[in-house]
C-alpha cells in the first residue's frame, strides 16, 4: 500500500499536469520570450481570456507560498475556475481555489482591478469596495476553519493586490524558462485599455545554453519593429 508522501506526490503531479493542460500560454509565452531575446522588451496586448490564464498560474503560484496554521506544510490546491471579463477599463475576476491539504477547504474570490492613476508607472490596483471573499469547508471541520483563520487569506489576497505587476514579475520568468529563455524583469507596465489590456516589459534574458529558441511567426509589436 503506498505510503502518504508518495500518495500526496502524485496528487500534486495530477493537479499540475491538469492545470498544463487547461492553462496554456505557449503562443504568448512564445511570443514574450523571442522579445525579450532579441529586443529587451516586448509589447503587446491580452485579451479577457489570456489573463486568466496568466493569473491562474500567479494565484496558483502565491498560494504555494502559505504557511497554514504555523506549519511548514506546502499545500496541495487547484485553481479549477478562473473567469475574467474586460470591460470599459476594468478587469473583473471571479475564480475558485480548491485546498486539498493541510486542510480541504473551497475558497471563492471575486474583486475587480482597474487602473493606478496615482502611480507614475502604469500598474493596475484592486478596485476600493469591489473585494469579496467566502470560505467553504466540510460541516464541523472546526481544524479548518482555525487554520484559515490563521493565515487569515483575505488580508494576504488584498495585500498582494494592491501591487499586480509585483506578482507578474514573481512567477512569469519561471514561465519562461520552459521557452528556453533565463533572465530576470526588470520594469513591467500594465494598462487596462476598453476591453484588453496593453503591456510592457523589460529585462534582460538570454537563450539558454545549447538550446535554441525557435522561429515564429510573430506579427510585429510596438517598439518591436527594429530590422
Known sequence: MPDKKSIDAQLRYQIKAAAARESSTESLEQRIAVA???EGQFEGEINAGELAIILRRVVYTLFSSYNFAGL????IHNVPRMKVGIRNGEATIKYLVH???????????????????????????????SFKYEERTRRL?????????????????MRELQDVSHAILLTLPDQLKKQAVTGKLERIE?????????ICLEGVFE???????????????????KP
Request: hydrophobic residues 40%; glycine residues 2%; charged residues 25%.
Open 36 to 38: 525579450l531575446c532579441r
Open 72 to 75: 511548514e506544510i506546502q499545500p
Open 99 to 129: 485546498l486539498h491539504k493541510p486542510v480541504i477547504a473551497f475558497l471563492n474570490f471575486r474583486y475587480t482591478l482597474i487602473n493606478d492613476a496615482v502611480s507614475v508607472d502604469k500598474k493596475i490596483r484592486l478596485k476600493r469596495g
Open 141 to 157: 471541520d472546526l481544524k479548518a476553519k482555525a487554520a484559515l483563520a490563521a493565515v487569515n487569506i483575505k488580508e494576504l489576497a
Open 190 to 198: 500594465l494598462n487596462l485599455d476598453k476591453n484588453k489590456m496593453n
Open 207 to 225: 537563450r539558454t545554453p545549447h538550446e535554441e529558441i525557435p522561429s515564429y511567426n510573430v506579427a510585429p509589436t510596438a517598439g518591436l519593429n
